[in-house]
């Protein structure tokens, strides 16, 4: 069965500029997260899709916003690029989103912002 | 407000030594789930095991047991036999029933030396 993937791996983009990151569930998963990671503040949470509904967010500004397709596949938006949003983003997939189901991670795309 | 503690940034042992690494939650939520998950350098998150709060044993998978003490509000993890391979970030992470959303504590950093 393949694993949470995330396209693109790399990506540099310019303070000012958008980005599309994409995330593919595991098979069967329609439950899908997404984590920011910095040095400095750690592993936050932005948001989680189920069944193309936003159930949950966290405390981020609206630049940056989220999607969730009928197929389960996700995509983050970051609009307006700072030099802050320099970060690995990572994508997490589970079943159903019950607080018991495991989430499985992608490898992460990282963002370099100049 | 819930909150995960990690108070050792980086941990050193031998190949083969068992480690413990420590992590402390605050949360008056009183059904919860723990996790451990393992990053290497890739940007992987890797799940290693899992304990609810209402689970009477604590919980196992291979190498890795959590020791997991309810009233003192504590979910450490145990590698036994420490293997070069497990050089690598530890984060351990608290989610809600009914939520998605993991929150992550600052992480170890752990090296495994021959």
């Not at chain 2, 497990?86 to 929150?103: I, P």
């Amino acid at each position: 069965k393949a694993g949470v993937t995330q396209t693109p791996r790399y990506l540099i983009k310019t303070r000012g500029q958008q980005v599309t990151l994409s995330c593919s569930p595991i098979s069967g998963h329609r439950s899908v997260s997404w984590y920011q990671q910095t040095p400095g503040q750690g592993l936050q949470f932005l948001f989680e899709y189920f069944s193309e509904t936003q159930r949950n967010k966290g405390n981020f500004p609206g630049r940056f916003s989220g999607r969730q397709f009928s197929n389960s596949r996700s995509e983050m938006n970051v609009s307006t690029l700072e030099l802050g949003d320099s970060a690995l983003y990572l994508c997490a997939s589970s079943v159903s989103g019950r607080a018991r189901d495991e989430q499985f991670f992608g490898p992460g795309t990282r963002l370099t912002v100049l | 407000a819930q909150k995960i503690t990690q108070t050792q940034p980086g941990m050193f042992v031998q190949e083969k030594e068992a480690v413990t690494l420590d992590c402390t939650y605050d949360t008056s939520d009183p059904s919860y789930g723990l996790f451990w998950y393992k990053q290497p350098s890739s940007g992987e998150m890797i799940f290693l095991i899992y304990q609810g709060s209402y689970d009477q044993q604590n919980a196992t998978e291979g190498r890795y047991s959590l020791n997991f003490q309810k009233a003192r509000k504590s979910a450490n993890l145990v590698i036994s036999a420490s293997q070069l391979g497990d050089s690598a970030m530890y984060f351990c992470a608290m989610r809600f029933a009914g939520f998605q959303k993991l929150v992550f504590g600052t992480g170890t950093r752990l090296l495994v030396s021959p």
